[in-house]
């Protein structure tokens, strides 16, 4: 859907008021929001002003969930720009592409249609993969630098070849879950995605309720079809090893969802110019629960990596 509260636009009588729609197809942005070349309107938020930084988020939550980094950055110079993924949020809720390559695809429409230039992408969870993947597929000539967060890369499916791997049951349950009673499911969820069971969390019952208020936002299709364990799309491993830009990984050591015995301790050594920041005891939601630290190392990660055209020089 577009974004509440659009402003109203003043049409001379008689006149006809301008059109939304593309000239001859194509994607194009609108206020706060962007329509893909398959019709899907992709909202997204932009705050202040300089070098840029790109957010993607977790399944099935909004680019609300980055707020705290966003408003912090934004603060400090850089200009913040999120998306709600489709399927989730304020976006349109498409039957078709909920996939990764069509995430990828979305963000390139959004880093091409507002011309972003060193820009440092940052994912969280599958949206660690997305930005993996976009990587991948269109290359690094927009961005400085990546910053990986709690996220699903190289590859979560067990198997023969990834031992540590979960097991395609958890994916066929957490897909049982979203069919049988979502809101009581991401209400569960919240719990470990915090660390809430962990002895002397301090996670309050109003973060877990934001988590959960975000997750029902997002559409049936893009909560079921959005968790493909078994899916060839869920291998990542090929898209690190094209990722040519610095990089932060940062994981936390207790994530209960994407433990990192499988995650980050094997994407840091893929990634060529990996750094990687392991956050002892954190839970999956450090972005949240960690949002102070990780706020400094996000800091200074930009200061540090800065913009291709100084790098060159």
Known sequence: MAAAGAASMSVPAGAAPPSMEPASGGSYATGSSLVTEDGTRIYYKDWGSGQPF???HGWPLTVDAWEDAMFFLASHGYRCVGADRRGH???SQPWRGNDMDTYADDLSALLTKLDLRDAILIGHSTGGGEVARYIGRHGSERVAGAVLVSDITPVMLKSATNPLGTPITVYDG??????TDRAKFFSDLSVPFYGANRPGSTVSQGLRDFFVAQSMMAGMPACYFGIKGDSPDSDFTE????ID?????????????VPIADSALLSSKIVKRATLRVYEGAPHGLPSTEKDRLNADLLAFAKSTGRKASLSQ
Do not use: E, N
Not at 174 to 179: D, S, W
Not at 239 to 242: A, E, M, S
């Open 245 to 257: 830009v610095p990089t932060l990984i940062v994981h936390g050591s207790d994530d209960q969802l």
């Open 89 to 91: 949020g304020r976006s």
């Open 54 to 56: 790109v957010f993607s």
């Open 174 to 179: 957490i897909r049982a879950g979203v069919l």
């Open 239 to 242: 898209d690190l090893k094209r």
